[in-house]
T-cell receptor
Framework: DTGVSQDPRHKITKRGQNVTFRCDPISEHNRLYWYRQTLGQGPEFLTYFQNEAQLEKSRLLSDRFSAERPKGSFSTLEIQRTEQGDSAMYLC???????????????FGPGTRLLVL | SQELEQSPQSLIVQEGKNLTINCTSS?????LYWYKQKYGEGLIFLMM?????EEKSHEKITAKLDEKKQQSSLHITASQPSHAGIYLCGAPSGSSNTGKLIFGQGTTLQVKP
């Protein structure tokens, strides 16, 4: 399977615990994105990497959230001191950046569904 | 900030019927993507449109971007149960090349056999 993979697919945790999610992008893709999706809504951008550099973070990404992409391959998203409001689907996507605006297609993984009790 | 509004929010059609989903942007679009999502799963890429007036088709699904590049439509001909799911439109946020997408709220489609 050469698509985007995410692990775990489901995570249940208690409020206050830390959780970490992993995303493995399509191998030749240089950009990696994290989105969050709540029920009945479209995905919301959190952050993205070009190779190993984190180039943009959304205001949605509080200081409890941190993302890394060491060596420009897989990425991890960590949430510290989880809150019930963090319950959502966390989606990862990857793409091959092009020069022209709007010319890249993001391919999404299956997502990690987080439930904070 | 740019917003995408989808209509309708949900749709129930009889198998074999045609249907259209609309996506309207508050600002000029610098590309428009259509994705399909099954409940609890990731997004599956359907089509990308870039030029005003552009139209693309794949199997029984046709997507169009209007000349003014502020509205797109997704049309399904002779719907089948396999078409059921959530359809999402997404667009690059602004004209910069960051690639990040904003999305509409989604349209949930049910197809009755």
């Amino acid at each position: 399977d050469t698509g985007v993979s995410q692990d775990p697919r489901h995570k249940i945790t208690k409020r206050g615990q830390n959780v970490t999610f992993r995303c493995d992008p399509i191998s030749e893709h240089n950009r990696l994105y994290w989105y969050r999706q709540t029920l009945g809504q479209g995905p919301e951008f959190l952050t993205y990497f070009q190779n190993e550099a984190q180039l943009e973070k959304s205001r949605l990404l509080s200081d409890r959230f941190s993302a890394e992409r060491p060596k420009g391959s897989f990425s991890t998203l960590e949430i510290q001191r989880t809150e019930q409001g963090d319950s959502a689907m966390y989606l990862c996507a990857s793409s091959l950046a092009l020069v022209t605006v709007g010319g890249e297609t993001q391919y999404f993984g299956p997502g990690t569904r987080l439930l904070v009790l | 900030s740019q917003e995408l509004e989808q209509s309708p929010q949900s749709l129930i059609v009889q198998e074999g019927k045609n249907l259209t989903i609309n996506c309207t942007s508050s600002k000029t679009l610098y590309g428009l993507y259509w994705y399909k999502q099954k409940y609890g799963e990731g997004l599956i890429f359907l089509m990308m449109l870039q030029k005003g007036g552009e139209e693309k088709s794949h199997e029984k699904i046709t997507a169009k971007l209007d000349e003014k590049k502020q509205q797109s439509s997704l049309h399904i001909t002779a719907s089948q149960p396999s078409h059921a799911g959530i359809y999402l439109c997404g667009a690059p946020s602004g004209s910069s090349n960051t690639g990040k997408l904003i999305f509409g709220q989604g349209t949930t489609l049910q197809v009755k056999p």
